[in-house]
């Protein structure tokens, strides 16, 4: 019989003794991610912006976008969330099983049809009160390439979130330490009356990720397109 190599006997034993791993299965989500966003649901009173008054991000009756949301964890919650009266549409580029109350597009995010896709799935109105952005790239094992793909997921889940989110709209996106995370950073400060990091419980420590909470969305005319039109140039930056 083959030996495990230590790196993945690592990982089975972490995920054994990982409570949010028994969590999960206990309460019928399909990845311990869930419990990420519903940390981020209830985020404490500091981080909530003037005007709103329920200190929930997502609420009954909201129209919301998942990208990055196979297996499903996230959009679990966001369905249970909004309610029968909500809207969840969810993306990604791996095929994964039907969520009750979702409509799913499988798609790769980078690939503008896909983001003219989801745009479409919201109705007449083509917005959404709340954006989560969980995309992590698939990885490739060399470092620098994921984290300039990781990046790119960002800027981009930013850049349709300055087009797609309805005024007053929220915004979860994982973000990772890199060269462009100040920018990020600095780009929602603009679109955004408040902006937080947030490293959830549920975030592995030795994961680099952080999630940047956007609230209180107002685009305006002084903020046009602040990222620039990435869908545009976006190969240049994947065919490293
Ligand atoms: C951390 S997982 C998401 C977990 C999910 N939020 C949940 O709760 O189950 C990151 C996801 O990003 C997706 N992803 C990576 N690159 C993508 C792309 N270009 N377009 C769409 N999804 C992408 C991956 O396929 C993966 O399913």
């Known amino acids: 019989m083959p030996q495990r190599r230590p790196s993945s006997a690592r990982w089975l034993q972490e995920h054994r003794d990982d409570p949010y791993v028994a969590a999960a299965k206990r309460d019928g989500y ?3 991610a869930a419990y990420k966003l519903l940390e981020l649901q209830t985020f404490p009173k500091e981080h909530r912006h003037p005007g709103m ?47 009750a109350g979702a409509e799913i597009i499988v798609g790769d995010f980078l690939d503008e049809t896909v983001a003219r896709q989801i745009e479409a799935a919201l109705g007449v109105s083509g917005q959404a009160q709340v954006i989560l952005s969980d995309m992590a790239p698939n990885m490739s094992g060399i470092p620098c390439v994921d984290q300039a793909r990781g990046e790119l997921l960002a800027e981009m889940a930013l850049q349709f979130a300055e087009t797609t989110l309805c005024p007053g709209g929220s915004l979860v996106l994982k973000v990772f330490q890199g060269s462009s995370f100040h920018t990020i950073v600095s780009q929602a400060r603009l679109l955004f009356a408040r902006v937080k990091l947030i490293k959830p419980r549920a975030s592995r420590d ?35």
């Open 53 to 99: 008054a329920s200190g929930l991000l997502i609420q009954p009756g909201m129209t919301v976008v998942d990208l990055g949301a196979a297996p499903g964890g996230w959009t679990q919650v966001a369905t249970q969330l909004v309610g029968p009266r909500g809207r969840v549409v969810a993306a990604d580029i791996l095929p994964f099983a039907p969520v």
């Open 30 to 32: 399909r990845s311990r």
């Open 206 to 240: 030795r994961s680099s990720e952080q999630y940047l909470l956007g609230l209180g969305f107002h685009r305006s005319s002084s903020t046009p397109n602040t990222i620039g039109d990435r869908h545009a140039d976006h190969s240049a930056g994947l065919d490293i």
